[in-house]
Each structure stands twice: as C-alpha cells, then as structure tokens.
C-alpha cells in the first residue's frame, strides 16, 4: 500500500546519530504537518528546525537525552510548546511523536483520548521538561 505509514516510513530520508537513532529533518517534519493539517502555515521555519535538531543534542561530547523516550518527548515538547505553525501544532507533535518511536523501531501504546490529554498536558504546561514529559511517555512506548 503506497499510503501506508510504514511506506512513509521508509520513504523518509533521516539523520542517524553514532548510536543509529534516527531523527526527523525539519523537511520531514514539514511533510508530516502536510499529511495531518490540512493546509499547515509555518509561522516560524526556525522553530521547525531547532525542534528537529533537539533530539540530537549533545553537551560536549555527550547526548543531551540518554535514550529514544527521552528524545521524543524533547521533539514532543518543542513542536507542541514551540508554536511553529498557525494552527495545528498539538497534531503535529502528535503525530511526529509516532513517527519518530516509529523510525527507532518503537510503538506509542495509547488510546486516542490518552494521547490528546498527553499532548493537551504539554501544550497547557502540566506537563513541563523532559524529565516530566519522560516519565509520562516511558511506560507508554514498547
């Protein structure tokens, strides 16, 4: 199937880091917010890449985030928090937040509503940082 996600999986063109993580580009990023925002308006094309770079960071000579769940919720938190688009960031987040544990070969195990009040806590600031965000995300990624 040509639409499927694991289609589109494989279509990407990542960035691997040493450690053979995959990370989203900002282009990658963008495409996504094609496929679920009808007609997405980028408010701010910097805040698209240094959400996209985020994962990736290093202190020095050492990653910022230990392993892929905290990766995913600093990309969670910057899509979500940052407000890179007009409208539609909370589905962007969303939805890049699946693709990326999707690239590093893990799956999101929500339901619908758990997700929205997930991406909704972070959006609102309940949910604040990595460390937070983390602790929420790691019991729900297999």
């Known amino acids: 199937m040509l639409n499927s996600p694991t289609h589109y999986v494989r279509a990407l063109i990542t960035r691997v880091d040493r450690c053979r993580r995959r990370h989203l580009t900002a282009q990658e990023i963008l495409r ?16 698209i890449e240094a959400a996209a770079a985020r994962p990736g960071t290093t202190v020095g000579s050492q990653r910022a985030y230990s392993d892929v769940v905290e990766m995913a919720a600093a990309l969670s938190e910057s899509l979500v928090g940052n407000h890179a688009l007009v409208d539609g960031n909370k589905r962007l987040g969303l939805a890049c937040l699946i693709m990326f544990l999707r690239m590093n070969r893990r799956s999101l195990v929500m339901t619908n509503g758990d997700a929205y009040e997930f991406i909704y806590a972070i959006a609102s600031g309940r949910l604040r940082g990595v460390d937070q965000i983390s602790a929420v995300l790691r019991p729900q990624v297999i």
């Open 32 to 47: 996504i917010a094609e496929r679920v925002i009808e007609q997405p308006q980028c408010r701010d094309l910097g805040l």
